[in-house]
């Protein structure tokens, strides 16, 4: 699955007035019907049930039963609406994030599962290149809530980042890999079953001789793993690893990371939270 669109690729600044409530509401013509918040929940709502392919300003304009015009009053463009887009589905990621009762793990594994789930119901959002993601307050209340649980442990700034940063390269590979299957079977006509067993007679006899015994070897159910199975087991080593990063600064606080023990040592100097 391709990225076939990025944040920031309309007006930045409108967006970002959007976002932060300081864009002005239509003062001129009719009394507004529409508001930016049902623009957008519009849209949402299209890209979740016929793909990002098939978002347009016109597609939204039906689904609200406006002229596509009008929409203008509220939303500058489809690249404006995207970064409001984006937005609008963070909301779920802060529930229960910050609670004083969580660790650090805790908060972790509840992101990690937040990410998964926020893909699986929106997974258009696998299509959208966000390496520069424009912050609006669902996304920086998410971002904020994550480093509430991870106060207190020593760490740098740039390792509190580089664990979220991990944690969701890791979902989201795994989640576009679970995406994608779905998607390959329902855009084929293909089911798993039928695309395996067209390719079993050949895989045996290619086995048959020892040529490669290793893959010969496995259970016939090696790859009936669900994501989650998969998400996981990978989740527990990386948080396993995160925590012998959070152990040696409490056995030495003062100490600055070392290659043996730092995230990203590549990333440069960050001051040590007090």
């Known amino acids: 699955m391709a990225t076939t669109e990025h944040t920031g690729s309309g007006d930045l600044s409108r967006s970002m007035a959007l976002l932060w409530g300081t864009d002005e509401p239509p003062s001129r013509g009719p009394k507004p019907g529409l508001s930016v918040t049902a623009v957008v929940a519009a ?39 995207l970064d409001l887009m984006l937005d609008h589905v963070q909301g779920p990621l802060t529930e229960g994030v910050d609670q004083a009762d969580r660790d650090w793990r805790a908060t972790l594994e509840l992101v990690a599962q937040a990410t998964w789930d926020l893909f699986l119901r929106h997974p258009w959002l696998l299509q959208i290149n966000q390496t520069r993601p424009v912050l609006g307050p669902r996304s920086l209340a998410a971002f904020d809530a994550a480093l509430t649980g991870l106060r207190g442990l020593g760490l740098t700034g740039q390792e509190k980042v580089a664990m979220l940063v991990t944690i969701d390269n890791f979902v989201t590979g795994t989640a576009r890999m679970v995406v994608l299957a779905q998607q390959s079977a329902e855009q084929s006509g293909v089911s798993d079953e039928e695309f395996w067993s067209a390719q079993t007679p050949f895989l045996n006899e290619a086995m048959s001789g020892g040529a490669y015994p290793e893959v010969a070897a496995l259970p016939a159910d090696v790859f009936e793993s669900d994501g989650l199975d998969i998400l996981a087991f990978g989740l527990t080593p990386l948080l396993d690893g995160f925590a012998a990063v959070i152990d040696a600064r409490a056995h030495d606080p003062g100490a600055q990371p070392d290659a043996a023990h730092t995230l ?9 939270e007090e």
């Open 264 to 272: 990203g040592a590549a990333m440069g100097a960050c001051p040590e």
């Open 43 to 81: 849209a949402v709502e299209l890209a979740d049930e016929e793909g990002l392919a098939a978002l347009s300003m016109r597609k939204v304009a039906a689904r609200l039963g406006v002229g596509t015009m009008s929409l203008y009053r509220y939303v500058p463009g489809k690249g404006e609406l």
